[in-house]
């Protein structure tokens, strides 16, 4: 079946700019997480969404950072006036939920690149 | 910082010999799972082991928890070249991984 989608593959903006990043998690997956990883770097949590609950934004690293989950399926990440050290492929998971909420289903990533 | 924390950084081997990595943790957990990531496949789900577990077995990977320790094994036998891959450990909660463990298998 199909798996973790997201858009787009690649990114390049100018600093400064503002760029939205989209995840289509697996049919039927209750939770969804961001990550984001930098070169050479292990995977950074940054947010997660689990059914109808309010998200666990404790891994955002600036305000200008922030996420939405609409009817529980497609995500958003939007960062603000881009900076170069938010560049790094932005990862997203989804998973089941239940006993297998832990056991995440990663998408190929959106590489970001700010200049 | 990161909960978990793999070692060796990089591990290079011929193909046929087992692989052994290790990932240690700072606080409790409910379960540690091992994630592989390559080029052609991204991050993949490879085990995860409940705190309640020892040892778990899937295929030719076998997995430890020493929860006293707060460390992990991942055993890999009789690799191949395509087990070359960097390899992560994360904990629950919010998996916070860490750099992994780059593995070379070589032909």
């Known amino acids: 079946g199909a798996g973790v989608s997201q858009s787009p593959s690649n990114k390049v903006t100018e600093k400064g700019k503002d760029v939205e990043l989209r995840c289509d998690p697996i049919s039927g997956h209750t939770a969804l997480y961001w990550y984001r990883q930098s070169l050479g770097q292990g995977l950074e949590f940054l947010i997660y969404f689990q059914g109808n609950s309010a998200p666990d934004k404790s891994g955002l690293p600036s305000d200008r950072f922030s996420a939405e989950r609409t009817g529980g399926s497609v995500s958003t990440l939007t960062i603000q006036r881009t900076q170069q050290e938010d560049s790094a492929v932005y990862l997203c998971a989804s998973s089941p939920g239940g006993r297998s909420i832990y056991e995440q289903y990663f998408g190929p990533g959106t590489r970001l690149t700010v200049t | 910082s990161q909960q978990g924390e793999e070692d060796p950084q990089a591990l290079s081997i011929q193909e046929g010999e087992n692989a052994t990595m290790n990932c240690s943790y700072k606080t409790s957990i409910n379960n540690l799972q091992w994630y592989r990531q390559n080029s052609g496949r991204g991050l993949v789900h490879l085990i995860l082991i409940r705190s309640n577990e020892r040892e778990k077995h899937s295929g030719r990977l076998r997995v430890t928890l020493d929860t006293s320790k707060k460390s992990s094994s991942l055993l890999i036998t009789a690799s191949r070249a395509a087990d070359t891959a960097s390899y992560f450990c994360?904990?629950?909660?919010?998996?916070?991984f860490g750099k992994g463990t780059k593995l070379t298998v070589n032909p």
């Open positions: 994360a904990t629950d909660g919010k998996l916070v």
